[in-house]
């Protein structure tokens, strides 16, 4: 009896004591990311302990952006370390505003400029609105390797020997001048690669861009990781010139009203230019992601030919519809149309 006491005693013991070493189940903690209408999310939904990584990437459908998750962050990826509770968030997407006609393989925008000029929604040799496209120097029509004055089609290999578009007989090869203040047709490099309806603008047309639409700078233009100016149609009179980057106002007035990218606008990459020092040539892109510099079809004229207007913008305050560029150096094109 006393044995048979002693045995049952014995087995209640050892279950006790595996059962207290049993160790206790971990808790884990759901995690349920969603997207809205407009785009996707990549990463692994379910059940995760605590102080477990995931990682989601929110990823829009063509003609939409993300804007954030819901609960206000606007990280993409999105990074999120277990703590002792669930998640449920969502990738939110708006439309993308796209062009208001099209006209052959051209898109274009109407920003309710009193000219009426339309705006193509890509730079020449571009396909889409965030691309770089091509680099021309002034008169020009096609893309090279090199830009200088050594292979600049209007000098004999110096900008004191011009050969077309000059107005000073100092910059003149033997003397030569001309009457040309504005690219003919044959020298637009829009217009000899688009046809005959489009063209590339004029100094008057980027001043009147530069006052009458609000430009916003953008170091990442709908998750494409490319900088540059956003030029909104101004939805206010008060809003007419106004610049605005990184959260702060460039203009001398509070901004009035609000935008986003499913308003009506352009977008202009800062895709730099290629060139060199000074006046002397090379094939090195210099200030992508900082700086844009956009042909017009005027030249300066006056005692300096050797150079053309153009419009030139960078990531800090600077904005001038109307600067100047040195001929030979390869710049961007935008081109436009008229009604």
């Not at 063509?62 to 002792?84: C, L």
């Not at 510099?293 to 053309?308: D, E, H, L």
Request: with cysteine; net charge negative.
């Amino acid at each position: 009896m006393r044995k048979l006491l002693w045995s049952t005693f014995g087995v209640a013991l050892i279950s006790m004591v595996f059962a207290g070493c049993k160790k206790e189940e971990e808790p884990t903690y759901m995690v349920q990311v969603t997207a809205t209408e407009g785009g996707t999310v990549e990463g692994q939904n379910g059940e995760y302990k605590e102080g477990e990584t995931v990682v989601f990437t929110a990823v829009p459908a063509a003609d939409y952006y993300f804007t954030q998750w819901s609960d206000g962050s606007t990280d993409n990826p999105r990074k999120i370390i277990i703590h002792k509770y669930d998640v449920n968030i969502e990738a939110q997407f708006e439309e993308l505003f796209t062009a208001t006609g099209a006209f052959g393989n051209q898109n274009y925008v109407d920003l309710g400029l009193e000219s009426g000029t339309l705006w193509i929604t890509c730079n020449l040799g571009a396909t889409d609105p965030w691309e770089y496209g091509g680099y021309y120097a002034w008169g020009e029509t096609q893309t090279k390797d090199f830009y200088g004055w050594e292979t600049y089609k209007y000098c004999k290999g110096s900008f004191e020997t011009l050969t077309k578009y000059c107005s000073a007989a100092e910059y003149g090869f033997n003397g030569f001048t001309d009457t040309l203040g504005i690219l003919l047709p044959e020298d637009d490099a829009a217009t000899a690669v688009l046809g005959s309806d489009f063209s590339m603008p004029t100094s008057a047309d980027w001043k009147e861009l530069g006052s009458q639409c609000y430009w916003v700078w953008t170091d990442n233009y709908i998750e494409k990781n490319v900088a540059g100016r956003i030029v909104y149609k101004a939805k206010v009179a008060s809003d007419k010139g106004k610049r605005w980057r990184m959260g702060e106002s460039e203009g001398a007035e509070p901004v009035s009203a609000s935008y986003s990218l499913s308003d009506t606008h352009i977008f202009l990459p800062a895709a730099g230019y290629i060139g060199g020092l000074e006046y002397q040539g090379g094939s090195d892109l210099y200030n992508a992601g900082c700086e844009g510099v956009y042909w017009s079809s005027y030249f300066m004229g006056g005692n300096a030919p050797y150079g053309a207007r153009v419009c030139n913008f960078d990531c800090n305050n600077y904005l001038s519809p109307n600067g100047n560029g040195i001929r030979s150096y390869g710049f961007s094109v935008r081109p436009v149309r008229r009604k």
